[in-house]
């Protein structure tokens, strides 16, 4: 509760995948429906929390602030106590190019691929949240607005069910 008597909510959504699947092109629009967008990645270095280029997740899960409804953008997020998780996917074909136009080394490359094939981020993800509270979304042909569609009925049917309405 906040001093004014008024509930805090602490609604994660963790908006997770492999690097290159569109988790913050759709972080973006589902921030444009009003919830607070947490770029997971800027946080880290803010909240020293960053490593050479390692984020320390238990120090960002003890310095992060979420009062209020947030998305989370990261490939990590599913890793920071969210209420639910939607992971973007690709096929990885189109994966391989994505990374490679980043400028991805080969084996940057290859471990990304792997995490993706054995769909390591949803089986981390389960082991934080039921697997009823987690939404996979093909990015393969961007999101479409009907995908968009079901994802924000996804996160609203979340939120509700948060606020245990």
């Known amino acids: ?26 972080s973006l629009l ?19 929390c960053l490593h050479e280029d390692e984020v320390d997740i238990g120090c960002l899960r003890e310095r992060i602030r979420t009062d209020g ?20 996917e690709c096929s990885p074909d189109l994966l391989e190019t994505r990374l490679h136009e980043r400028g991805y080394d080969r084996a940057k490359i ?14 981390e993800a389960s ?6 509270r987690i939404m996979r979304i093909s990015t393969e042909n961007g999101i479409k607005e009907k995908d968009f569609s079901l994802i924000m009925d996804f996160i609203k049917r979340m939120e509700r069910k948060s606020d245990g309405t």
């Open 1 to 26: 509760m906040e001093a004014g008597g008024e509930a805090v909510s602490n609604f994660r959504v963790a908006v997770s995948g492999v690097p290159g699947t569109g988790k913050t092109t759709l």
């Open 30 to 48: 589902i921030s444009r429906s009003g919830y607070r967008l947490i770029d997971l990645n800027v946080e880290a270095g803010k909240s020293g």
């Open 69 to 88: 409804p947030v998305i989370m953008d990261g490939h990590y997020s599913h890793l920071l106590d969210p209420y639910c998780v939607i992971i973007t």
């Open 110 to 123: 290859m471990v990304n691929l792997d995490v993706l094939l054995t769909d390591a981020i949803y089986d």
């Open 127 to 132: 082991e934080y949240v039921p697997r009823n």
